[in-house]
């Protein structure tokens, strides 16, 4: 029995290794992993409180992306800039990071906590590619990078879906560390009848994989019309092939392709819908277009920072 329980693992391991590396249809090369630095999060978890940190006011409105900081010094010395509705003399006045600023009576936004963007097939997920494939460079706002927005975590340039933009490393530690138990939803199609007797349980249990054991919700399946297996009449060497949705509270690499490759069900197409208390569809956003969240999911973010 030791014998046989060996050789299941080491299958398990070599399965969900080729899933985690192979690349998306056409695309040249493995997916690029985008890696955050714990000690950034750690630090700017710290510094997480109800109560906003004070900022110069040339650094506040240069963040919200109003202009450079000297584009800005010049702004507030020709007593174009209100905070609070009091006309500001200088620059280097330190204010709240979430006061209330209008130029020329015009309201200045502060940075939203979270923003939404729909992701395209083989995009990568990071800020440039050495070999000059699609990433975010090339799509996310110049000022983001001032305004300290970064991506929540990753996905996959062969995974479309949601991806969260964070101005807060606080909330961003608590979306991404396991420990906060924040719901990933995605839809799959997958190889397989996955309506079949028995995955929902064996999903439920924890799939092996190499990075260990990891257990999924199965929310829903559905077997494709017209997709039989050749017992049930269907064409000789088709593929059987269903749609299922299904629910992790982590997020290693390539773990969901991973955990339905290993119950014998390999990803064909995998597309996230749901992170935490943002919702893709209530948002509708175009492939490739970014959105401000709702209200509600900014409640949910804010609540998630206090726990």
């Known amino acids: 029995m030791r014998q046989v329980f060996l050789a299941a693992a080491l299958l398990a391991r070599r399965v969900d ?16 992993v985008v890696k955050y630095s714990r000690r950034t999060f750690a630090a700017s978890a710290k510094k ?15 963040n919200r992306g109003h202009g450079s900081r000297s584009e800005v010094a010049v702004l507030v010395r020709q007593g174009r800039v209100r905070v609070e509705n009091k006309v500001m003399k200088s620059p280097s006045e330190k204010i709240p ?35 000059g494939r699609p990433s975010l460079k090339e799509v996310v706002p110049v000022t983001w990078e001032r305004m ?13 879906g949601l991806l969260l933009f964070s101005s807060d490393g ?32 064996e999903l439920s249990a924890g799939v092996e994989t190499s990075d260990g054991t990891f257990p999924a919700t199965l929310l829903d399946a559905k077997l494709h019309d017209g997709s039989l297996s050749n017992s049930e009449g269907g064409e000789p060497g088709s593929m059987v092939t269903s749609t299922v949705r299904l629910m992790v509270k982590e997020g290693k690499y390539r773990m969901v392709r991973r955990i339905l490759a290993n119950t014998g069900h390999p990803v064909i197409d995998l597309h996230r819908v749901r992170y935490g208390g ?18 509600e999911a900014t409640a949910w973010a804010k609540d998630l920072m206090q726990r």
Do not use: C, W
């Open 148 to 160: 300290g927005l970064h991506p929540v975590g990753r996905l996959d340039a062969d995974t479309t």
């Open 170 to 201: 606080a909330l961003t530690q608590r979306l991404l560390h396991p420990s906060g138990g924040v719901e990933r939803e995605y839809r799959a199609v997958v190889e397989g009848d996955a309506t079949r007797l028995g995955l929902r349980e």
């Open 17 to 32: 290794a080729f899933y985690a590396t192979r690349p998306a249809s056409g695309m040249i090369g493995t997916t690029h």
């Open 97 to 131: 990071a979430n006061a209330s600023i209008t130029v020329d009576g015009v309201e200045v936004g502060a940075v939203p906590l979270l923003m939404a963007y729909h992701k395209p097939l083989n995009v990568l997920s990071s800020m440039g590619d050495p070999m």
């Open 278 to 295: 943002v919702t893709l569809d209530e948002l509708d956003i175009p492939e490739g277009q970014f959105s401000e969240i709702t209200d």
């Open 48 to 62: 997480g409180n109800s109560k906003p940190p004070s900022l110069r006011l040339e650094r506040v409105l240069s």
